[in-house]
Antibody, heavy 120, light 108 residues
Framework: EVQLVQSGAEVKKSGESLKISCKGS????????IGWVRQKPGKGLEWIGL????????KYSPAFQGQVTISADKSIDIAYLQWGSLTASDTATYYC?????????????WGRGSLVIVSS | SYVLTQSPSVSVAPGQTVKITCTGN??????VNWYLQKPGQAPVLVVY???VRPSGIAERFSGSNSADTATLSISSVEAVDEADYFC???????????FGGGTKLTVL
């Protein structure tokens, strides 16, 4: 069974750094990209970017380029999303996702989400 | 940039059929995917490639796609279908998935 297990909720202050994680299991981790999606409270879904876990190549949505960093450690099947300096506008739930097939271009499997709360 | 437009809300009585639409330019050339999201939960894929249901998704869910409008139909609506529904396509210009704003389905 494909599973994406995300790290727990975080409460941080503006200016602090943060790294959240997403562990893939039940499949060959390096055969599928992992993407990240943001959802602000009461709002819609926004694509952040993805990492090709085989070679760690990353692609970011223009809106998030330079704002976050996506990485992965294929030795332990974990992908990461990190911020160098959080702001209140980063308050949201962040989902990691995986496509249905190796060549898929849409999210099919979703983690349960990591809630990030940033106080100013 | 490419934009997907969904009605903010729709309501339906139990047992009826509801159609949730998503519009965009040249839709007929894009594969459309649909997700439902219940409060406090992660989205769930219910239709992909316009009309394919993933395993485990009820036959009551079906999808279609024409030149400018993609439609998710839910027949014999039940209270458990109350959720937000999002459409999604691949944004070829920016090379990433693009989501519609979502439609809140209320079961009366």
């Amino acid at each position: 069974e494909v599973q994406l297990v995300q790290s727990g909720a975080e409460v941080k202050k503006s200016g602090e750094s943060l790294k959240i994680s997403c562990k893939g299991s039940g499949y060959e981790f390096t055969s599928y990209w992992i993407g990240w999606v943001r959802q602000k409270p009461g709002k819609g879904l926004e694509w952040i970017g993805l990492i090709y876990t085989g070679d760690s190549d990353t692609k970011y949505s223009p809106a998030f380029q330079g704002q976050v960093t996506i990485s992965a450690d294929k030795s332990i099947d974990i992908a990461y999303l990190q911020w160098g300096s959080l702001t209140a506008s980063d308050t949201a739930t962040y989902y990691c996702v995986r496509p249905l097939s190796r060549w898929g271009n849409f999210p099919a499997y979703w983690g349960r989400g990591s809630l990030v709360i940033v106080s100013s | 940039s490419y934009v997907l437009t969904q009605s903010p809300s729709v309501s339906v009585a139990p047992g009826q059929t509801v159609k949730i639409t998503c519009t965009g330019n040249n839709f007929g050339k894009k594969a459309v995917n649909w997700y439902l999201q219940k409060p406090g939960q992660a989205p769930v894929l219910v239709v992909y490639d316009d009309s394919v249901r993933p395993s485990g998704i009820a036959e009551r869910f079906s999808g279609s796609n024409s030149a400018d409008t993609a439609t998710l139909s839910i027949s014999s609506v039940e209270a458990v279908d109350e959720a937000d529904y999002f459409c999604q396509v691949w944004d070829a210009e920016n090379e990433h998935p693009l989501f519609g704003g979502g439609t809140k389905l209320t079961v009366l």
